[in-house]
Nanobody
Framework: QVRLVESGGGLVQPGESLKLSCAAS????????MTWYRQAPGKERELVAN???????TYADSVKGRFAISRDNAWNRVYLQMNTLKPEDTAVYYC????????WGQGTQVTVSS
């Protein structure tokens, strides 16, 4: 059974950084596309960034130049480095993959507030 576990969220001030981590198990991680989504209160879940098996990345326009997604196939982990955080980045961040069907982690809360 695929399992995704996010960590690294927290409360930070505007302009600060956070690094999220997602640990994956129960799948062949090396060949999977991994995606970070986020959902703010009252808003729909939106794609933040994804990374393919060969390391190609895509980003939402709202985070380009500030966020960086990466993966470590040796540890079955995907990361989201978030820099220059803004209050509008406040959301629950979810790790996602598709392995015969979509799988989601439980989410980690990121709050950006002064």
């Amino acid at each position: 059974q695929v399992r995704l576990v996010e960590s690294g969220g927290g409360l930070v001030q505007p302009g600060e950084s956070l690094k999220l981590s997602c640990a994956a198990s129960g799948m062949n991680f090396k060949i999977a596309t991994m995606t970070w989504y986020r959902q703010a209160p009252g808003k729909e879940r939106e794609l933040v960034a994804n990374i393919t098996r060969d390391g190609s990345t895509t980003y939402a326009d709202s985070v380009k130049g500030r966020f960086a997604i990466s993966r470590d196939n040796a540890w079955n982990r995907v990361y989201l480095q978030m820099n220059t955080l803004k209050p509008e980045d406040t959301a629950v961040y979810y790790c996602n993959t598709y392995w015969k069907r979509p799988f989601w982690g439980q989410g980690t809360q990121v709050t950006v507030s002064s």
